[in-house]
């Protein structure tokens, strides 16, 4: 029982840590990789860059540990289930997240290389900047869809499994399938970010349940 009580505190920690390098991760690196100069600001703001290439490396290895440390418990229920979202949640959305940390940390290398060139073909950088941001874009997209997807099958394998109240795993799904909406748009050039604030406040709900009331006792027990 203790054990399912400490899991349940890690998986509630390792949810408020992705989330907050996430949002830091953006705050330092979002602007400047953003701004219409970027080819002369990311060289000038080195160390954001940087600072937020690792935070995102932090995000992902700490969201990919979720399916990871919960697959004990959920494989009692539904051990193919489980394997998925260790391979959705964990293995590919891990993958994408080092890819956009590349790619950031290649802006930065393209950005230095333009402000040493004494006469720099500007074409040439710009035209490599664009298919350097283009990439993370369709990335990004990617990782959402992967990210819901994931989120899908735990918040399944939760509402299954009642280890938390029914309410916050329904939260959860709909949240998912509102969040995997916004990649699926975004590819055919609609915007709606919106849409993903559900999932993302109601991971927060979930972190703080977790930490403090941790995993239903009586589900815990029927297993």
Excluded: C
Excluded at 7 to 32: D, N, Q, Y
Excluded at 174 to 191: C, K, R
């Amino acid at each position: 029982m203790n054990t399912d009580k400490n899991i349940a505190r890690i998986v509630g920690i390792l949810f408020i840590i992705g989330t907050v390098a996430g949002v830091l991760s953006f705050v330092f690196s979002g602007p400047v990789l953003e701004d219409p100069d970027y080819l002369v600001e990311v060289s000038a703001k080195e160390n954001q860059v940087i600072i937020g290439a690792l935070l995102i490396l932090v995000m992902g290895f700490a969201l990919a540990m979720v399916p990871i440390m919960l697959f004990p418990i959920f494989k009692k229920h539904n051990e193919t289930l489980a394997i998925g979202s260790i391979v959705f949640r964990g293995v590919l959305e891990a993958v994408t997240y080092i890819a956009i940390a590349i790619i950031s940390l290649l802006i930065l290398t393209l950005s230095q290389e333009y402000v040493k060139a004494e006469a720099p073909d500007a074409s040439y950088f710009q035209t490599t900047g664009a298919l350097l941001l283009a990439a993370e874009d369709w990335i990004t997209h990617i990782l959402a869809i992967v990210f819901s997807i994931g989120a899908l099958i735990i918040y399944y394998l939760f509402y299954q499994s009642t280890l938390i109240p029914r309410w916050l795993s329904i939260w959860g799904i709909i949240g998912g399938l509102l969040y995997l909406s916004v990649p699926l748009l975004g590819i055919f050039g609609s915007a709606l970010d919106i849409l993903m604030a559900p999932l993302a406040i109601q991971e927060m709900v979930l972190a703080v349940w977790l930490i403090t009331k941790g995993f239903n006792s009586s589900a815990i027990a029927s297993e």
